[in-house]
């Protein structure tokens, strides 16, 4: 079992940064994909990032490109979503997860991930 816990969310002006961090514990996980999702109210959950065990490989949904960043420190067993230039539309409640079945194909499926934190509440406002 892998648990995961994340951090960094909060009140965010628009336009500002926020960091969030996701600490693996239970299992290490540097064999594996990692993603960070997002559930805004009323809204299916969204794929936003994925990076694979490397590090080498990333993947981000068209909305987030050139303003987040994901990244992993695999000796911390943690990853990472550096956010920037945010938007009220990035309002969610955001979740890191692991998929055990990759460890460089990242999939913007939530199916193909089999763990999952509680999530960080990110709020903009304008």
């Known amino acids: 079992q892998v648990q995961l816990v994340e951090s960094g969310g909060g009140l965010v002006q628009a336009g500002g940064s926020a960091k969030l961090s996701c600490a693996a514990s239970?299992?290490?996980?540097?064999?594996?994909?990692m993603g960070w999702f997002r559930q805004a109210p009323g809204k299916e959950r969204e794929f936003v990032a994925g990076?694979?065990?490397?590090?080498?490989?990333?993947y981000y949904v068209d909305s987030v490109k050139g303003r987040f960043t994901i990244s992993r420190d695999n000796a911390k067993n943690t990853v990472y979503l550096q956010m920037n230039s945010l938007k009220p539309e990035d309002t969610a409640v955001y979740c890191c997860?692991?998929?055990?079945?990759?460890?460089?194909?990242?999939?913007?499926?939530?199916?193909?991930?089999?763990?999952w934190g509680q999530g960080t509440q990110v709020t903009v406002s304008s």
């Open positions: 997860s692991v998929s055990s079945r990759y460890s460089s194909y990242i999939s913007r499926s939530a199916a193909e991930y089999d763990f």
């Open positions: 990076i694979s065990r490397s590090g080498s490989s990333t």
């Open positions: 239970g299992r290490t996980v540097g064999s594996y994909v």
